[in-house]
C-alpha cells in the first residue's frame, strides 16, 4: 500500500514537470524550525532592505533550502547566496529603464518593439527561477517566463547603448536601460549564476522601488533575528 503511494506521487511529480511552464511560481517547502538559518553578508555592505528580505529569507526557510539571488533594484545590485544563506558574492546589474514593479498584462507575448517606454519594468516579487534558453537560443534563467523577464549575460551587440560603461558607472540612473531582463557580467554569470540554477530552481527575490516589503513579500516588520558575524 506504501509502495502504490508512493508510486502515485512521483507519477503525479512527473506530469506536473511536464505540464508547468518554466518560470511558475511553484511554492518551495519552508524548512522545519530546526534548520532556519543565520545570513551571513560577510564584509559585503547591503541596504537596510536588502538585509531585511535575507533575514526573512533565512528566518523561515522560504527558500525552501536551496541556493537564493536577491536584487535590490534601488541599488542596481544583485546578490548571490548559498542554501545556508551566506554571500556568494554581488555585483552591479542592468535593470529595467522605467521605474515601477508590476508588469503590463500580456507584454511577454507582444513583440519587443511594440513595449512602450513606460512599459519596460523588472518585476518585484518572488520568483522561482529556471535555467532555459531564449528565442535566440541563449542560455538564461528565466525569472518570469509569462512577461519574457531573465536573468543573461550583458549584451553589447548595440555598442551606442554602453552597456558596459554603464554597469562599471557609479550612477545607478545609468544602471536602467534594459527591457525589463536583468543583465549581469559575464563572468559573475558564469562564475555564480549558471551554478546556482544548473539542474535546479532557485528562488529569486527581486525588492520593491516603490511598494513595501510588507505588500510584494507580507514581510510585517524585521524577524527578531541576527545575522552572524563576519
Known amino acids: 500500500?506504501?509502495?502504490?503511494?508512493?508510486?502515485?506521487?512521483?507519477?503525479?511529480?512527473?506530469?506536473?514537470?511536464?505540464?508547468i511552464p518554466p518560470g511558475h511560481q511553484l511554492p518551495l517547502?519552508?524548512?522545519?524550525?530546526?534548520?532556519?538559518?543565520?545570513?551571513?553578508?560577510?564584509?559585503?555592505?547591503?541596504?537596510?532592505?536588502?538585509?531585511?528580505?535575507?533575514r526573512w529569507v533565512a528566518g523561515t526557510g522560504n527558500h525552501g533550502g536551496q541556493p537564493f539571488v536577491v536584487i535590490d533594484k534601488k541599488a542596481a545590485r544583485l546578490y548571490v547566496f548559498d542554501a545556508t544563506a551566506r554571500l556568494r558574492d554581488a555585483t552591479p546589474v542592468?535593470?529595467?529603464?522605467?521605474?515601477?514593479?508590476?508588469?503590463?498584462?500580456?507584454?511577454?507575448?507582444?513583440?519587443?518593439?511594440?513595449?512602450?517606454?513606460?512599459?519596460?519594468?523588472?518585476?518585484?516579487?518572488?520568483?522561482?527561477?529556471?535555467p532555459g534558453r531564449n528565442h535566440t537560443g541563449e542560455d538564461v534563467v528565466w525569472v518570469d517566463h509569462g512577461a519574457a523577464v531573465s536573468m543573461h549575460r550583458v549584451r553589447t551587440t548595440q555598442p551606442e547603448e554602453h552597456r558596459l560603461e554603464r554597469l562599471a558607472s557609479p550612477s545607478i540612473a545609468a544602471k536602467r536601460i534594459s527591457y525589463g531582463c536583468i543583465n549581469v557580467p559575464a563572468d559573475f554569470y558564469d562564475?555564480?549564476?549558471?551554478?546556482?540554477?544548473s539542474?535546479?530552481?532557485?528562488?529569486?527575490?527581486?525588492?520593491?522601488?516603490?511598494?513595501?516589503?510588507?505588500?510584494?513579500?507580507?514581510?510585517?516588520?524585521?524577524?527578531?533575528?541576527?545575522?552572524?558575524?563576519?
Open 29 to 54: 517547502q519552508a524548512a522545519p524550525v530546526s534548520a532556519r538559518l543565520l545570513p551571513d553578508f560577510g564584509t559585503t555592505e547591503a541596504s537596510a532592505e536588502t538585509r531585511q528580505v535575507v
Open 94 to 130: 542592468l535593470l529595467g529603464s522605467a521605474p515601477g514593479d508590476d508588469t503590463v498584462p500580456g507584454i511577454g507575448s507582444r513583440p519587443i518593439a511594440e513595449v512602450r517606454p513606460e512599459e519596460r519594468t523588472t518585476p518585484a516579487g518572488r520568483f522561482v527561477g529556471t
Open 199 to 230: 539542474g535546479r530552481r532557485a528562488v529569486i527575490y527581486v525588492l520593491p522601488e516603490h511598494k513595501s516589503l510588507q505588500q510584494v513579500f507580507g514581510i510585517q516588520a524585521p524577524p527578531a533575528l541576527h545575522e552572524r558575524p563576519s
Open 1 to 19: 500500500m506504501v509502495e502504490d503511494v508512493r508510486r502515485g506521487v512521483l507519477a503525479g511529480v512527473a506530469i506536473l514537470a511536464l505540464v
Open 191 to 197: 562564475t555564480h549564476i549558471r551554478p546556482a540554477f
